[in-house]
């Protein structure tokens, strides 16, 4: 008996290579490469998804506005940008039992008065999904269910139904019997995808995929599997918490980054209409180590509490621990603080969280961790509902960051009385309710909180 053939797969690009190597020859990633039985070229591909597009001239073609639908749930709908649009393709990902399928049935219900709805699971049964529908009480939902893995039958079902809506979960679960790998294998995640896409693309039928995500976060699968679809979605998150973020990491449609927050409660999902509010602790009065930054996640400014601890390092070298922050550029400001501010922690272990496990990306929180380091090595808490926010330069210089007003007036809105904020953000006129400070200097801050 002739032995299998086995190749190696590349989980990034695709790409494969006769023997396993440390570092991927078409994409150059390392340690990506997956070993799977080759499979024999197919004699005769042809699309699963109908005929071949035809060449049109550029003036040719008349421009559509694109038209929202609306998926009933308001945080859901910010996150992609005003609602799905016609033909668009939609990846969630997110860790197990965190909310994907949950979310999606919600939507579909919703979706389900004006659309016709048809969830395709690969992981569960009919029965299953309708249990799951009888608990967030959706049993009479206008959804049509398949319970289906082979990519051919799932095409065959869209042909004849002609859904507007199609929910795939997952799309690990699927295979296409052109290729002779195993479900959830590179090649066959890839050419699956691509077929769904096509197919979309043609008829003007959404399609949303629900991904699985690796031990480090990332959508299991090719990093091409991304590139394919109009909008990446990650659910982030404690799954022992009950409240739930979803991320746009990447929307053709709308603004990336975009956030949107969620509560798990026992009939499903529920937006949350003030996030701010999950983010501030309730501290009856000012704490040492604590400031409050207003971050911007998309198209909304979002107040979250850093707090900071400073502790003598008792034996071995000081730790630097941040939590939903850099750990990079922690080091770096602690380093700014040290040259510009005068404040030395080389002997402290220093701890950052962001709390409520939300992630902040952009340097906007730069000043607030600098203060609530210092906050905490002084002992020494800021003034009750200050504001703060600014990017730090290397040479101890405040640099602005966009759309400062409207961090202001979202802090003015919650009750702040003062904001600490660079001076080039600081607004031509005053504003109602909150004191605006504005620095241009690392040194200056530190002289606000020495005085406070």
């Not at 210092?374 to 703060?388: E, G, I, W, Y």
Request: proline content about 7%.
């Amino acid at each position: 008996m002739a032995k299998a053939r086995s190749v190696h797969a590349c989980s990034e690009c695709g790409g494969r290579a006769p023997k396993w190597q440390g570092q991927c020859p078409h994409c150059g990633a390392w340690n990506t490469l997956v070993e799977s039985v080759a499979a024999p070229p197919p004699k005769r591909f042809e699309s699963v998804a109908g005929a071949r597009s035809a060449i049109v001239p550029l003036a040719g073609v008349e421009p559509r506005a694109v038209e929202r639908m609306a998926t009933g749930i308001a945080e859901f709908d910010r996150v992609l940008g005003g609602g799905l649009v016609a033909g668009g393709v939609v990846l969630l990902g997110g860790d197990p039992g965190i909310g994907k399928s949950t979310l999606l049935l919600q939507a579909c219900a919703a979706l389900g008065a004006t659309q016709r709805t048809l969830y395709v699971t690969g992981e569960e049964s009919v029965e299953q999904v309708a249990l799951r529908a009888r608990r967030l009480g959706l049993v009479g939902a206008p959804v049509e269910l398949l319970a289906e893995v082979q990519l051919e039958a799932i095409v065959a079902a869209i042909g004849s139904a002609e859904p507007g809506v199609v929910v795939v979960d997952s799309i690990q679960t699927l295979y296409t019997e052109a290729l002779a790998s195993a479900p959830g294998s590179v090649s066959q995640v890839r050419e699956c995808a691509a077929q769904l896409t096509r197919l979309a693309k043609q008829r003007g039928t959404v399609v949303i995929f629900v991904g699985h995500v690796t031990k480090e976060g990332a959508i299991a699968g090719p990093r091409v599997l991304e590139h394919i679809v109009d909008t990446v979605l990650y659910f982030e998150g404690d799954p022992h918490s009950s409240f739930r973020l979803v991320r746009a990491i990447k929307n053709r449609f709308g603004a990336a980054n975009e956030l949107g927050v969620f509560g798990m409660t026992e009939r499903g999902l529920r937006g949350i209409a003030n996030p701010s509010a999950l983010f501030l602790s309730q501290h009856a009065d000012p704490v040492p180590g604590a400031a409050i930054v207003a971050t911007l996640e998309g198209s909304r400014p979002l107040l979250v509490e850093i707090q900071a601890l400073v502790d003598p390092a008792l034996g071995g070298p000081p730790r630097r621990l941040a939590v939903g922050l850099d750990p990079q550029r922690l080091a770096l400001l602690l380093a700014v603080l040290h040259r510009h501010g005068g404040v030395e922690v080389g002997g402290f272990d220093v701890f950052v969280n962001a709390v409520g496990g939300v992630r902040i990306g952009e340097p906007a929180a730069d000043l607030p961790v600098l203060l609530a380091v210092s906050s905490s090595l002084r002992n020494k808490p800021l003034p009750a509902k200050s504001l703060v926010f600014g990017e730090v330069g290397l040479a101890g210089e405040i640099r602005p960051v966009q759309r400062g007003q409207e961090r202001i007036r979202e802090a003015a809105k919650l009750g702040f009385r003062r904001a600490l904020v660079p001076a080039a953000n600081r607004p031509k006129h005053p504003l109602e309710g909150i004191e605006v400070v504005p620095v241009e200097r690392v040194a200056d801050a530190l002289d606000f909180l020495r005085r406070a």
